[in-house]
C-alpha cells in the first residue's frame, strides 16, 4: 500500500514537473517580452509604492527609514492645519479644472470642426501655447498678474473700469486663476483631439437626423455627444490625473502654495516635507493618502460594473499566482 | 532604404553612447579635483574670468590640484536632492541658519583639525564660528556677514520734504542738532508711508515679504524689535516656540495696521527678489534688506547708487532695537577627502576669502574690488569675518581705497552693528519662517478679518511640533 | 468673407440648410467671434511677453504703464542668449524627450502586446496590478522614487554623468498605464488572423511585433509618441531633482532655478527673465512654424475610434 501511494505520488510530482516545464516552454517567450516592462513598472511604481507605505509608519532619518511608530506620522501630518487646506485645495481644483479646463476645449473643439472659414489660423493660433514650457507659462502669467496697481492686468483691468486686484494675493482667487493658467496652456491641443474625433463623425448620421426632425441641438444631443463619448471620457481621467499632478503651478506662481496655503496641493505639501523639512516620513503619509484619494476615484470612476470587472481580474490574477506557487 | 538609414542612425547612436561612457570613465590623471561651488553661474562672464585668472594661479601653485567649476547657488531644498545623491561640491557656499541641520544630516565635514594646522580658527570672528560649530567642532568658514537695516529712496525723501539737500547737491540725514531725519520707528515708517501713498501714485511706504521663507525671517527681526526677547525659548532643557508672543502680536498687528490702510501692497507672495524690485521700479520708498545685497537694484534696475541710504532698523516699541545678522558661510562635502578639503581651503586663500595677506590673497582681494568697481556697483564696507589685526588693517584699507559711496548714508548702520546684532533663532529656523510666512500671507491676504494673535497662535502650535523633533 | 462657402458646407452639425436661416447665421458669427478671441487670448501673452523683454527693468512697472518699451535693442536678445548660452538647455531637452519617447513607445508598445495578443501565463494578474496603479503619479511616492533612482545610479557610478543623468527620465516614460491601456485597447483591435498568418510563416513572438503589429499600429503609435512629447517637455519634478549639473539641465529646470536665484545673483532682473522666457519659446516656434502642419495633423489625428 505504501509503496503505491510512493510510486503514484513520484508519478503525480514528475507530471507535475512535466507539466511545469511545457508552461515555461510555452510561455518563455511571452515572459520575455513582458520581462522589460514589467521591471520598469516594478521600478518606477510597484516598489515606490510599497516602499512609500512603509515608509509612512516608520521614523525616518534622511531619507531611510527605521523604527515602526504606527500611525504617528499621519496623525503629524493631520494635526496640521496646511494638510487640511492642501485636502480642501485639491477638490477646489477639481472643481475649477472641471468648470473651466474641462469644457473649454469641448467647446472650442465643436466649433472648430464648424467653422469653415478661417481654420488654418484657428487651429495653429489656438494650439500655440501648447509649445511653450510649462515653466514659461507660468513664470509669464505670474508677471501678467502682478498685483500692483501699475502693472499690466490691472491696468488693463482699469480701461474696463474695474478696481485693481491682487490676483494670485488673493486667496479667492488664486485656485480659480492657476486653473486659467492651466487651460491656457492644455485647452488647444485638446480642443484639437476632439476636433479629429469630431471630424470622424460621417455627414450621413446628421442628415439622418435632420430627416428624422431633429434640430440643432437635438442634433449635439443625439449624433454628437454619442460620438465623442469615449474621447470625453478619455479626456476626463486625463483631466483629474493632471490634477493630482498640480505642483510647480502653485510652486511658482505662489511662492510655494500661499497665500496661507490657499494653493498648496497634496503633491506640493509631500514635496515639501521632503525637501523642504527633511521629513520623510511625513512625505510619504502625505504620499499614501494622495494615492488611496485616487484609488477610490479610481474605483468609483470605473462604476458597479466596472468594479467586480475590476475585483474579479484581481482575484483570478491572485488565484492563478496562489495556483502556480503550488 | 529607410531602414538602412535607421540601423545606422541606431548603429551611431550606441557608438556615441559607448564612447561617452568610456570617456567618462577615464580618470583626469592623478590630480586631486576639487569642486568648487561657488563658481559663478555662467551668465557672470566677468566674474568667472576672475575665478579663472584665481584657477590658474593656484594650480600653478599647486601642481597636485584640478579645480573644478561646479556652480551651486544654495537652496535649502535642493542640498537634501544634491546631498543624498552625492553631488555635493567639495566646497560651496550656505547660509548661517544651514550648517545645524547639514551636520545632523552628515553632509558637510568636520574641518577643526585643519583650521587649527592652518592656524586660522583663532582668527575667526567668534560669533560667526559660533554659527558653524556644533558640539566644539568648527564645520565652516564664514565669507562675510549681513545685518538687516532700512533702505531708503533718498529721492523720494528729499521730494517729499522729510530730508534736504546740502550745497553739494548730497542729502543731509540730520537735523542742526545731528538727530536723524530718517525713521528710527515702525510709527515713523507709517508716518513717511502714509505721505508716500498721497504722494505718489501706484506707489506704497514699504515692501514686506511674505513668501520662500524670506517672510519669517524678516519678521523676526520686527517681532524682537516690537519687544519680543527671542521666538524660541528654552524651558527647562526643552526648547518651547514663542512666536505668540506680545513683541510679535505687536509686529503683526503693526503689519495689519499698514495693509488696512493700503499703506504696503496686497501682494502676498513677496519674495527675497521683490524687495529690489520694488525699490528698483520705485513703487515703494523703503524695504528692510541685507546689508550685502544693496547693490542689486543698482546692478539689477540701474537704481542711482547716489540715492541709497541704509539704516539701522527702526524700533517698534521705542526700546528694543535689534539687528538680525546672518552671513554666508563655506563649507565642505562630507563625501570629500581631507586632500580635497584642504585644496579647497587653500583655494580660499587664492580667493582673498582666507586671513592670510600674503601676496597672493591681497591681489585676490584686489580684484573682487576691481571686479565690483567695473560693475559700477556701490562698494561699502563689509562685515568682516577674521578679526587678526593684520587681516582688518589691510581689508579696511583697502576698502576706504574702493568705496564708492557717500558714507554719510550708512555710518550709523555701520557703528551700531556691532551692539545691536543678534543672531537667528537656533532650531530649524527655515520651517519657522515658513509657518511665519503662512501669516503674514492671510494678514495681507484677507486684512479686514485677520487676528494675528490667531494667526500667531497656530504658527506657534505648528512650530511646536518641529521643535518636539529636538532630541 | 466669402458667405458663399455657408452655402455649400454639407457636414457637421449645422449645413447649408441651417444656414438659409438668419438665426443660425447671427449663430455661426457668434462662433467666429468666440474662435477670434480665443486665438487671441492664446497669441497676446506670449507678444507681451516678447515685447516686455526688451524693457528696461524699471520700465516694466512704470506708472503711467506704457506697453512699449523706450528703445527696441535686438542686440538685447544675442546679450542674454550668450550670457545664458540657451542652445545647451534645448538640446538638453530634446535628448530628453526623444528618449522618453521612444521608451514610451516600445516599453509600453511591448508589454501591452504581451497583454492582448501572447497573453503568456500570468499576464491577467500582472495586468490587474498595472490597473492598481492606473492613476497614480509615480511621483506621489517621491522619496523612495528618489531614494532608487539615486541608489542604482551608484551602480553605474562609472558611466558617464549625462547617461546616469537622462537615463531614469527615459526610462520612467516606459512605465505608464495610460499610455499601456491605449496599447492594450488597440492592439485587441487588430484582426486575430494576421498573427496567426504570420506564426504559420515561422514568424517569432519578438519578430511578430516589429514586423506585424508596429506597421498596423501606426495611428496610436503617434498618439501615444505625441502625448508623452507634450509631458516630456513640460517635465519638472523629476528632472529638477536629478539633473544637478548645470551642463545637463532641460529648459523647465533652469528657468526654474534663473527665477529662484533671481534674489540674490548680480545683473539678472526680472527684465531678463522675461526675455530668457521669450528666448525659451523661439526655438520651439521655429520647430513648430517648420512640422506645424505635422503637429496639428497628428494632434487631430489622436482622437480616438473605438
Known amino acids: 500500500m505504501k509503496k503505491e501511494e510512493a510510486s503514484e505520488k513520484l508519478i503525480d510530482r514528475s507530471a507535475l514537473s512535466y507539466k511545469a516545464l511545457t508552461t515555461v516552454k510555452k510561455n518563455w517567450g511571452g515572459w520575455l517580452i513582458m520581462l522589460p516592462g514589467i521591471i520598469l513598472f516594478a521600478f518606477f511604481v510597484w516598489i515606490p509604492l510599497i516602499t512609500n507605505i512603509k515608509l509612512s509608519f516608520q521614523e525616518t532619518v534622511g531619507f531611510t ?7 504617528d506620522n499621519y496623525i503629524r501630518v493631520m494635526d496640521n492645519p ?28 465643436l466649433f472648430l470642426s464648424e467653422v469653415v472659414h478661417f481654420k488654418g489660423l484657428f487651429r495653429v493660433g489656438i494650439y500655440f501655447p501648447a509649445i511653450i514650457s510649462g515653466i514659461a507659462v507660468v513664470i509669464m502669467w505670474t508677471y501678467i498678474f502682478n498685483p500692483n496697481p501699475g502693472a499690466v492686468m490691472n491696468v488693463l ?78 479626456l476626463f481621467i486625463l483631466q483629474i490625473i493632471s490634477i493630482f499632478q498640480i505642483f510647480y503651478e502653485p510652486l511658482v506662481m505662489t511662492g510655494g502654495g500661499g497665500p496661507n496655503g490657499a494653493s498648496v496641493s497634496l503633491l506640493l505639501l509631500s514635496y515639501q516635507y521632503a525637501f523642504e523639512m527633511g521629513d520623510a516620513s511625513a512625505s510619504a503619509a502625505v504620499g499614501v493618502i494622495l494615492s488611496l484619494i485616487i484609488i477610490v476615484l479610481t474605483v468609483v470612476y470605473l462604476k458597479p460594473k466596472g468594479i467586480t470587472n475590476f475585483l474579479g481580474k484581481i482575484k483570478n490574477g491572485i488565484v492563478k499566482a496562489v495556483k502556480k506557487c503550488k | 532604404m529607410k531602414k538602412k538609414i535607421l540601423i545606422s542612425v541606431a548603429c551611431t547612436l550606441l557608438l556615441t553612447m559607448c564612447l ?89 565635514a568636520d574641518i577643526t583639525d585643519l583650521l587649527h594646522e592652518f592656524g586660522w580658527y583663532d582668527k575667526m570672528d567668534t560669533t560667526m564660528r559660533e554659527a558653524v560649530t556644533s558640539d566644539g567642532r568648527v564645520y565652516g568658514i564664514p565669507r562675510d556677514g549681513y545685518g538687516l537695516g532700512l533702505f531708503l529712496n533718498l529721492e523720494m525723501f528729499y521730494e517729499l520734504g522729510e530730508i534736504d539737500k546740502g550745497a553739494d547737491g548730497k542729502y543731509i540725514l540730520y537735523d542742526n542738532d ?19 501713498v498721497a504722494e505718489y501714485e501706484n506707489t506704497y511706504g514699504m515692501v514686506i515679504l511674505s513668501a520662500n521663507k524670506n517672510g519669517g525671517w524678516q519678521f523676526s527681526n520686527m517681532a524682537w524689535n516690537f519687544g519680543a526677547s527671542a521666538l524660541q525659548v528654552n524651558d527647562g532643557g526643552k526648547w518651547k516656540s514663542a512666536l505668540n508672543s506680545k513683541g510679535a502680536v505687536d509686529a503683526l498687528n503693526w503689519i495689519l495696521d499698514m495693509r488696512q490702510n493700503d499703506l504696503i501692497s496686497s501682494a502676498s507672495s513677496n519674495s527675497y527678489m521683490d524687495w529690489y524690485r520694488n525699490i528698483g521700479s520705485k513703487t515703494v520708498a523703503m524695504a528692510i534688506a541685507g546689508s550685502d545685497a544693496l547693490s542689486l537694484p543698482v546692478t539689477n534696475y540701474n537704481f542711482n547708487k547716489d540715492d541709497i541710504a541704509f539704516v539701522p532698523m527702526p524700533t517698534g516699541d521705542g526700546v528694543s532695537q535689534n539687528a538680525l545678522y546672518g552671513g554666508t558661510p563655506y563649507v565642505f562635502s562630507s563625501k570629500a577627502s581631507k586632500e580635497q578639503i584642504k585644496g579647497a581651503m587653500l583655494f580660499l586663500k587664492y580667493m582673498g576669502r582666507s586671513p592670510e595677506v600674503d601676496e597672493v590673497s591681497t591681489r585676490a582681494m584686489e580684484d573682487g574690488n576691481r571686479l565690483a568697481q567695473s560693475k559700477g556697483m556701490p562698494i561699502l564696507p563689509t562685515i568682516k569675518p577674521w578679526v587678526n589685526e593684520e587681516y582688518l588693517t589691510y581689508a579696511n584699507a583697502l576698502e576706504a581705497q574702493f568705496v564708492n559711496v557717500n558714507m554719510d548714508y550708512y555710518k550709523d548702520f555701520f557703528s551700531t552693528i556691532g551692539t545691536i546684532k543678534k543672531a537667528e533663532e537656533p532650531y530649524y529656523c527655515q520651517e519657522m519662517y515658513g509657518y511665519l510666512d503662512n501669516a503674514i500671507q492671510e494678514v495681507l491676504s484677507h486684512p479686514a478679518t485677520a487676528n494675528p494673535q490667531a494667526l500667531l497662535t497656530t504658527a506657534n502650535g505648528q512650530f511646536q511640533t518641529v521643535l518636539d523633533k529636538l532630541k | ?13 449645422l449645413n447649408f440648410s441651417d444656414y438659409k436661416k438668419p438665426v443660425f447665421k447671427v449663430v455661426y458669427i457668434v462662433i467666429l467671434a468666440i474662435l477670434f478671441i480665443a486665438v487671441l487670448t492664446a497669441l497676446i501673452p506670449p507678444l507681451w511677453l516678447f515685447i516686455s523683454g526688451f524693457k528696461d527693468a524699471s520700465e516694466l512697472e512704470s506708472t503711467p504703464y506704457h506697453l512699449f518699451p523706450e528703445m ?69 511616492s517621491i522619496v523612495p522614487l528618489y531614494k532608487e533612482i539615486m541608489n542604482v545610479r551608484l551602480l553605474f557610478d562609472g558611466a558617464a554623468e549625462w547617461l546616469t543623468g537622462y537615463a531614469p527620465l527615459w526610462l520612467i516614460f516606459g512605465a505608464n498605464a495610460f499610455y499601456l491601456i491605449m496599447f492594450k485597447n488597440y492592439f485587441e483591435s487588430l484582426p486575430k488572423a494576421l498573427f496567426e498568418a504570420a506564426r504559420i510563416d515561422g514568424c517569432s513572438k519578438l519578430g511578430m511585433f516589429f514586423k506585424v503589429v508596429v506597421p498596423l499600429s501606426r ?27 548645470d551642463s545637463l539641465m532641460t529648459v523647465m529646470v533652469k528657468i526654474y532655478n534663473l527665477q529662484a536665484t533671481m534674489g540674490t545673483v548680480m545683473g539678472f532682473g526680472p527684465d531678463r527673465l522675461l526675455m530668457v522666457l521669450t528666448i525659451s519659446i523661439l526655438p520651439q516656434i521655429v520647430l513648430f512654424a517648420l512640422f506645424q502642419r505635422q503637429i496639428t495633423a497628428n494632434a487631430v489625428s489622436s482622437g480616438i475610434k473605438e
Open chain 1, 65 to 71: 527609514g527605521s523604527g515602526f511608530v504606527g500611525f
Open chain 1, 82 to 109: 496646511i494638510f487640511w487646506k492642501a485636502l480642501t485645495n485639491t477638490f477646489k481644483y477639481a472643481f475649477w479644472s472641471v468648470i473651466i479646463g474641462f469644457l473649454v476645449p469641448i467647446v472650442l473643439g
Open chain 1, 157 to 234: 483691468l482699469g480701461v474696463f473700469g474695474i478696481a485693481p486686484s491682487s490676483f494670485l494675493s488673493s486667496q479667492e482667487m488664486v485656485i480659480p486663476l492657476i486653473v486659467i493658467t492651466m487651460t491656457w496652456k492644455g485647452a488647444g491641443a485638446t480642443a484639437l483631439i476632439y476636433l479629429s474625433a469630431l471630424q470622424n463623425i460621417g455627414d450621413a448620421q446628421y442628415e439622418a437626423a435632420r430627416i428624422d426632425g431633429a434640430n440643432a441641438l437635438q442634433r449635439i444631443r443625439y449624433v454628437t455627444l454619442p460620438h465623442i463619448w469615449p474621447t470625453v471620457k478619455m
Open chain 2, 20 to 108: 561617452a561612457v568610456f570617456a567618462a570613465c577615464k580618470k583626469s590623471g592623478d590630480k586631486v579635483v576639487i569642486t568648487v561651488g561657488m563658481w559663478p553661474e555662467a551668465s557672470q562672464k566677468a566674474d568667472i574670468e576672475v575665478f579663472n585668472k584665481w584657477k590658474a594661479s593656484f594650480e600653478a601653485d599647486y601642481p597636485e590640484y584640478e579645480i573644478k567649476p561646479a556652480a551651486y547657488t544654495y537652496s535649502p531644498d535642493t542640498v537634501t536632492a544634491k546631498a543624498e545623491s552625492g553631488q555635493l561640491p567639495t566646497v560651496f557656499q550656505t547660509y548661517f541658519t544651514e550648517p545645524q541641520k547639514l551636520i545632523t544630516s552628515k553632509y558637510i
Open chain 2, 178 to 196: 545731528g538727530a536723524p531725519l530718517y525713521p528710527t520707528t515702525f510709527a515713523d515708517v507709517k508716518r513717511v508711508s502714509e505721505l508716500v
Open chain 3, 1 to 13: 468673407m466669402q458667405i458663399n462657402r455657408l452655402r455649400t458646407k454639407t457636414g457637421g452639425i
Open chain 3, 72 to 140: 527696441f535693442s535686438i542686440a538685447k536678445i544675442a546679450e542674454v542668449w550668450k550670457a545664458i548660452d540657451f542652445g545647451k538647455y534645448f538640446v538638453n531637452t530634446l535628448i530628453v524627450v526623444v528618449g522618453a519617447v521612444l521608451c514610451s513607445v516600445v516599453f509600453n508598445g511591448l508589454l501591452a502586446y504581451a497583454f492582448a495578443i501572447i497573453k503568456p501565463k500570468g499576464h491577467k494578474f500582472f495586468f490587474a496590478l498595472v490597473m492598481l496603479g492606473y492613476m497614480i503619479p509615480a511621483i506621489a
Open chain 3, 219 to 245: 495611428p496610436i503609435i503617434g498618439v501615444v509618441a505625441i502625448f508623452t512629447m507634450t509631458a516630456a517637455w513640460s517635465d519638472f519634478l523629476l528632472p529638477y531633482l536629478i539633473l544637478q549639473d
